[in-house]
């Protein structure tokens, strides 16, 4: 497969989201690309100043943004924060 379902908390908003992110992407493009889809599914509301972090919610490391996905040991059901 070359998706991954996790669930995404955004604490600025006070949201969380089922999301499909792509294995073989780099951190910093899907933090992109969550930054896009969040805002679309907030109709606008969600535009941070700067790009935000990328954290596991369990553990609170952050990811390294040059890492993939699939590197970064995200899997199915795993729980991240965008901060």
Known sequence: MNKVLVKLYVPMMEEQYDIWIPLNKKIYRVI????????EFSGGYYKPQKMPSLFNKLNAKEYDINLSVKDANIRNGTELILI
């Open 32 to 39: 992109y690309l969550l930054v896009k889809i969040v805002n």
